[in-house]
């Protein structure tokens, strides 16, 4: 089973930086997709930023520009947040998708349980 596990959320004021991590654990094959999403109390879960095919980056239009989704590790990867505002308040998750190792090479779409992202004067 493949597992994902977000760290580095906290508590920041108007105009500063984060960076969150997402640590995979699992025997893969290969990654369909990396992605960040966000969800606010009371709000749909929306995507922010993905890699997909492990080439093609896409940022939703509200963090465009001051977000940056980025490759580590083998088994990591990262959203690094600038310029933060307070709509930007919600719980991060991030998400990978793509194939088992292993004979089958079965399909696999997982999430972590989140890291609370706070923007506030």
């Known amino acids: 089973q493949v597992r994902v596990a977000e760290s580095g959320g906290g508590s920041v004021r108007p105009g500063g930086s984060l960076t969150l991590s997402c640590d995979i654990s699992?025997?893969?094959?290969?990654?369909?997709?990396m992605a960040w999403y966000r969800q606010a109390p009371g709000k749909q879960r929306e995507m922010v930023a993905s890699?997909?095919?492990?080439?093609?980056i896409n940022y939703a239009d509200s963090v465009k520009g001051r977000f940056t989704i980025s490759r580590g590790s083998a088994n990591i990867f990262y959203l690094k947040m600038n310029n933060l505002k307070p709509e930007d308040t919600a719980a991060y998750y991030c998400?990978?998708?793509?194939?088992?190792?292993?004979?089958?090479?079965?399909?696999?779409?997982?999430w972590g349980q989140g890291t609370q992202v706070t923007d506030s004067s």
């Open positions: 699992g025997y893969i094959d290969s990654f369909h997709t």
């Open positions: 890699i997909r095919n492990e080439i093609t």
């Open positions: 998400k990978v998708a793509g194939r088992m190792a292993g004979q089958n090479l079965d399909e696999f779409d997982s």
